[in-house]
Protein backbone atom coordinates (compact mmCIF):
# COMPACT_ATOMS: atom_id res chain seq x y z
CA UNK A 1 0.00 0.00 0.00
CA UNK A 2 0.67 3.33 -0.69
CA UNK A 3 0.65 5.76 1.70
CA UNK A 4 0.62 9.43 1.13
CA UNK A 5 2.38 11.72 3.08
CA UNK A 6 -1.09 13.52 4.28
CA UNK A 7 -2.52 10.08 5.11
CA UNK A 8 1.11 10.04 7.20
CA UNK A 9 0.42 13.21 8.71
CA UNK A 10 -3.08 12.42 9.55
CA UNK A 11 -1.85 9.24 11.13
CA UNK A 12 0.32 10.86 13.43
CA UNK A 13 -2.22 13.48 14.71
CA UNK A 14 -4.28 11.12 15.60
CA UNK A 15 -1.58 8.83 17.03
CA UNK A 16 -0.87 11.60 19.05
CA UNK A 17 -4.64 11.78 19.88
CA UNK A 18 -4.97 8.14 21.14
CA UNK A 19 -1.35 8.35 23.41
CA UNK A 20 -3.23 11.83 25.24
CA UNK A 21 -6.72 9.99 25.22
CA UNK A 22 -4.87 6.58 26.96
CA UNK A 23 -2.89 8.80 29.16
CA UNK A 24 -6.24 10.40 30.37
CA UNK A 25 -7.93 7.24 30.82
CA UNK A 26 -5.12 5.89 32.99
CA UNK A 27 -4.72 8.89 34.95
CA UNK A 28 -8.90 8.92 35.71
CA UNK A 29 -8.38 5.13 36.51
CA UNK A 30 -5.33 6.10 39.22
CA UNK A 31 -7.49 9.12 40.62
CA UNK A 32 -10.05 6.03 41.52
CA UNK A 33 -9.17 3.89 44.01
CA UNK A 34 -6.78 0.44 43.46
CA UNK A 35 -9.10 -1.17 45.37
CA UNK A 36 -13.10 -1.04 44.70
CA UNK A 37 -15.95 -0.56 47.48
CA UNK A 38 -15.89 -3.93 47.49
CA UNK A 39 -12.33 -4.99 48.04
CA UNK A 40 -11.38 -6.29 44.31
CA UNK A 41 -8.20 -4.74 42.90
CA UNK A 42 -9.47 -2.77 39.50
CA UNK A 43 -7.89 -4.54 37.57
CA UNK A 44 -9.51 -7.95 38.19
CA UNK A 45 -12.47 -6.30 36.59
CA UNK A 46 -10.73 -6.48 32.96
CA UNK A 47 -11.37 -10.41 33.79
CA UNK A 48 -14.92 -10.05 35.30
CA UNK A 49 -15.79 -7.78 31.67
CA UNK A 50 -14.13 -10.50 29.75
CA UNK A 51 -16.31 -13.26 31.57
CA UNK A 52 -19.53 -11.82 31.38
CA UNK A 53 -18.93 -10.45 27.47
CA UNK A 54 -17.47 -13.51 26.23
CA UNK A 55 -18.39 -16.22 28.67
CA UNK A 56 -16.67 -18.65 31.18
CA UNK A 57 -12.87 -19.69 30.00
CA UNK A 58 -9.68 -21.45 31.11
CA UNK A 59 -7.39 -19.07 32.79
CA UNK A 60 -4.62 -19.79 30.02
CA UNK A 61 -7.29 -18.79 27.66
CA UNK A 62 -7.89 -15.56 29.90
CA UNK A 63 -4.60 -14.45 29.47
CA UNK A 64 -3.89 -14.74 25.86
CA UNK A 65 -7.13 -12.80 25.41
CA UNK A 66 -5.95 -10.16 28.15
CA UNK A 67 -2.33 -10.39 27.28
CA UNK A 68 -1.11 -11.37 30.76
CA UNK A 69 0.73 -13.48 32.37
CA UNK A 70 -1.14 -16.91 33.79
CA UNK A 71 -0.13 -15.98 37.25
CA UNK A 72 -1.61 -12.81 37.26
CA UNK A 73 -4.97 -13.76 35.76
CA UNK A 74 -4.98 -17.27 38.39
CA UNK A 75 -3.92 -14.45 41.23
CA UNK A 76 -6.44 -11.63 40.42
CA UNK A 77 -9.18 -14.64 39.27
CA UNK A 78 -8.48 -16.55 42.81
CA UNK A 79 -9.37 -12.92 44.44
CA UNK A 80 -12.85 -12.93 42.44
CA UNK A 81 -13.68 -16.01 43.25
CA UNK A 82 -13.08 -15.42 47.38
CA UNK A 83 -14.89 -12.40 47.00
CA UNK A 84 -17.92 -14.47 45.12
CA UNK A 85 -17.82 -12.74 42.05
CA UNK A 86 -16.83 -15.53 39.64
CA UNK A 87 -16.94 -19.27 39.92
CA UNK A 88 -15.19 -22.04 39.49
CA UNK A 89 -17.00 -24.77 36.82
CA UNK A 90 -15.82 -27.88 35.27
CA UNK A 91 -15.01 -28.04 31.61
CA UNK A 92 -17.62 -30.11 29.51
CA UNK A 93 -14.94 -30.46 26.82
CA UNK A 94 -12.18 -32.16 29.95
CA UNK A 95 -13.36 -32.42 32.81
CA UNK A 96 -9.82 -32.31 34.55
CA UNK A 97 -9.88 -28.17 33.56
CA UNK A 98 -11.89 -26.18 35.23
CA UNK A 99 -13.52 -22.30 33.41
CA UNK A 100 -14.03 -19.57 35.55
CA UNK A 101 -17.45 -18.14 35.00
CA UNK A 102 -19.12 -14.96 36.22
CA UNK A 103 -21.38 -15.32 39.25
CA UNK A 104 -24.91 -13.36 39.81
CA UNK A 105 -22.87 -11.50 42.39
CA UNK A 106 -20.37 -10.84 39.60
CA UNK A 107 -22.99 -9.84 37.24
CA UNK A 108 -24.31 -7.27 39.44
CA UNK A 109 -21.24 -6.10 40.99
CA UNK A 110 -20.14 -5.67 37.13
CA UNK A 111 -23.48 -3.54 36.16
CA UNK A 112 -22.71 -1.48 39.23
CA UNK A 113 -19.35 -0.51 37.85
CA UNK A 114 -20.97 0.06 34.08
CA UNK A 115 -23.58 2.50 35.55
CA UNK A 116 -20.86 4.72 37.45
CA UNK A 117 -18.53 4.32 34.27
CA UNK A 118 -21.46 5.11 32.22
CA UNK A 119 -22.59 8.18 34.69
CA UNK A 120 -19.11 9.61 33.98
CA UNK A 121 -19.13 9.25 30.34
CA UNK A 122 -22.49 10.99 29.97
CA UNK A 123 -21.16 13.90 32.04
CA UNK A 124 -18.11 13.89 29.56
CA UNK A 125 -19.82 13.98 26.78
CA UNK A 126 -23.07 16.63 27.65
CA UNK A 127 -22.62 19.32 25.97
CA UNK A 128 -21.93 17.10 22.92
CA UNK A 129 -24.59 17.48 20.73
CA UNK A 130 -26.47 14.20 20.39
CA UNK A 131 -25.35 13.43 16.40
CA UNK A 132 -21.65 14.15 17.89
CA UNK A 133 -21.80 11.75 20.30
CA UNK A 134 -23.22 9.26 17.89
CA UNK A 135 -20.11 9.69 15.00
CA UNK A 136 -18.04 9.42 17.94
CA UNK A 137 -19.71 5.88 19.02
CA UNK A 138 -19.84 5.09 15.18
CA UNK A 139 -15.94 6.64 14.17
CA UNK A 140 -14.28 4.57 17.44
CA UNK A 141 -15.96 1.31 16.43
CA UNK A 142 -14.55 1.61 13.23
CA UNK A 143 -11.42 2.20 14.91
CA UNK A 144 -11.83 -0.73 17.36
CA UNK A 145 -12.41 -3.09 14.30
CA UNK A 146 -9.74 -1.72 12.15
CA UNK A 147 -7.54 -2.19 14.81
CA UNK A 148 -8.21 -5.82 15.54
CA UNK A 149 -8.27 -6.65 11.77
CA UNK A 150 -4.87 -5.10 11.14
CA UNK A 151 -3.02 -6.19 14.18
CA UNK A 152 0.96 -5.19 14.07
CA UNK A 153 3.13 -7.83 13.71
CA UNK A 154 5.38 -8.40 16.10
CA UNK A 155 9.29 -8.42 15.42
CA UNK A 156 9.36 -11.84 16.70
CA UNK A 157 6.94 -13.32 13.90
CA UNK A 158 7.95 -14.12 10.96
CA UNK A 159 7.28 -11.76 8.36
CA UNK A 160 4.99 -12.64 5.67
CA UNK A 161 6.02 -13.83 2.05
CA UNK A 162 6.63 -11.23 -0.15
CA UNK A 163 6.54 -8.62 2.79
CA UNK A 164 9.00 -5.58 3.10
CA UNK A 165 10.14 -4.48 6.24
Not at 15 to 20: A, F, K, Q, S, T
Not at 53 to 64: D, F
Not at 113 to 125: H, P, S, T
Request: aromatic fraction near 4%; charge should be negative.
Amino acid sequence: MDTTKAELDLADELGYELVRFVRLINRAKSQVAKQGPDGVERAAYAILFTLIHEGPQRTSRLAESLHSEISTISRQSSSLVQHGLVERQADPEDGRACLLAPTAEGHRVFEENRKVRNEWLAEVLHDWSEEDRQTLNSLFGRLNSGIEKHAPQLADQPQAKGATA
